[in-house]
């Protein structure tokens, strides 16, 4: 029977839940909570890919496209003064084209002091059958180009509409990056195993990502707001044993919507009321697991 099983792809060492050494959040908080705001460009009649349409409609779409929109005119602003009211900054997953199309939104959200990651150039254009020299230039371009528009060199990865290469982990590695939010495996830190470097793997999510929230569970926006809830209360309890990590992915053209914006609210207020949450931005999380563990892959 073994020698019919495929190989363990090695990505990270199998650890069990119970029996793992403690982590420490600072303040005494059981719990890390990161807002991570998808900053996206979509093109209306982007290039084809073979392996996936970029939309669902025939190109070009015109619904897909300015449904998406929205975010850069008018949701990222709502959602955004919604997250300074409340005291979360932002750890943006960015399409990089973003800070030449569209830099108004890049620049409003780096003068509220939020960290800037790469979600690649643009969200229509994916990972699947890109050669080494085509990946490293996605990579080289958004170091270049963020660098450029912020001032910050980025440090984590979200790969484009969560499109992967076999090779994608060790090279944002080999270029320096720290973290990446592309495994979703565990509710702490992880060691990523690389060919060089060293990479993290910080805690994002799909269950309760607000693309996953409307359009795939259907939730309305009082039952997404109540999932959220219900996932920091207990991740927040089980960090009393060893801290754990939350976060919220959020899309501005969904969650900044003015029928959900509400409800949404809610959810900040009781984070930021309850006691037990270290609201922070991803490095710092990533750089508060290191000094614990050593990082080491």
């Not at 449904?67 to 949701?75: G, K, L, P, Q, T």
């Not at 090779?167 to 990446?180: K, S, V």
Request: charged residues 20%.
């Amino acid at each position: 029977m073994s020698g019919s099983l495929r190989a363990d792809p090695g990505l990270y060492e199998f650890a069990p839940w119970r029996g793992r050494p403690r982590l420490e959040w600072p303040g005494g908080k059981t719990c890390a909570v990161w807002v991570a705001p998808n900053l996206e460009f979509y093109e209306l009649d982007p290039p084809a890919n073979p392996h996936r349409k970029s939309w669902g409609r025939p190109h070009p779409d015109v619904v897909g496209y300015s449904h998406r929109d929205h975010a850069n005119r008018v949701s990222h602003w709502r959602m955004a003064d919604m997250m300074s009211k409340h005291g979360f900054p932002g750890s943006v997953s960015l399409s990089v084209a973003l800070c030449d199309h569209i830099p108004e939104v890049v620049e409003d959200a780096a003068a509220r002091g939020w960290e800037f990651f790469s979600h690649g150039i643009y969200n229509t254009r994916y990972s699947y059958g890109m050669d080494e020299a085509q990946e490293r230039a996605i990579i080289e371009d958004s170091i270049a180009t963020v660098k450029r528009a912020t001032g910050q060199t980025i440090r984590g990865w979200l790969a484009p509409a969560l499109t992967h290469t076999p090779r994608t982990l060790d090279l944002i590695a080999e270029y320096g990056l720290d973290y990446t939010c592309d495994l979703y495996h565990d509710d702490q830190p992880t060691d990523i195993h690389v060919a060089s470097g060293q990479l993290t793997a910080i805690p994002y999510s799909l269950e309760v990502n607000d693309h996953y929230g409307f359009f795939i569970y259907n939730m309305s926006p009082r039952e997404y707001a109540q999932t959220l809830i219900r996932q920091f209360d207990r991740l927040a309890a089980e960090g009393e044993k060893s801290g754990t990590v939350m976060c919220i992915p959020l899309h501005s053209y969904l969650i900044g919507q003015p029928h959900r914006i509400g409800p949404f609210e809610e959810v900040l207020r009781h984070i930021a009321a309850d006691g037990r949450a270290w609201i922070a931005r991803a490095g710092e999380i990533v750089d508060s697991y290191r000094a614990q563990t050593g990082g080491a892959a």
